[in-house]
């Protein structure tokens, strides 16, 4: 998860020495253990945008289930490929 950190203490260091309180950068993932109490998540990274997957074709489903990791059974219709990609996501938004 990609977030927006701010230095808000001093003794955060980087390749090039101790960071400055204020500097903010991007990180993936969570900060280190040991920066507790001298940084702040200044925004966390937005989701992408769900492909919508009306009026696509089976070549283009299948594509879009394989990008969000979604299994699909072979020989799968539009509809059945289409179901599990909204249930997967469904089920993603919940976690």
Do not use: C, H
């Amino acid at each position: 998860m990609k977030q927006r950190i701010r230095i808000i203490a001093g003794g955060i260091y980087g390749a090039k020495g101790e960071l400055p309180v204020g500097t903010e950068f991007d990180m993936d993932g969570d900060p280190p253990a040991g920066w507790a109490g001298r940084y702040q998540v200044v925004q966390e990274a937005a989701k992408p945008e769900a492909v919508a997957l009306t009026g696509k074709n089976k070549a283009e489903l299948l594509e879009i289930a394989k990008a969000e990791d979604v299994e699909i059974e072979e020989g799968a219709t539009n509809a059945d490929i289409v179901s599990a990609i909204e249930l997967a996501r469904e089920e993603a938004a919940k976690a």
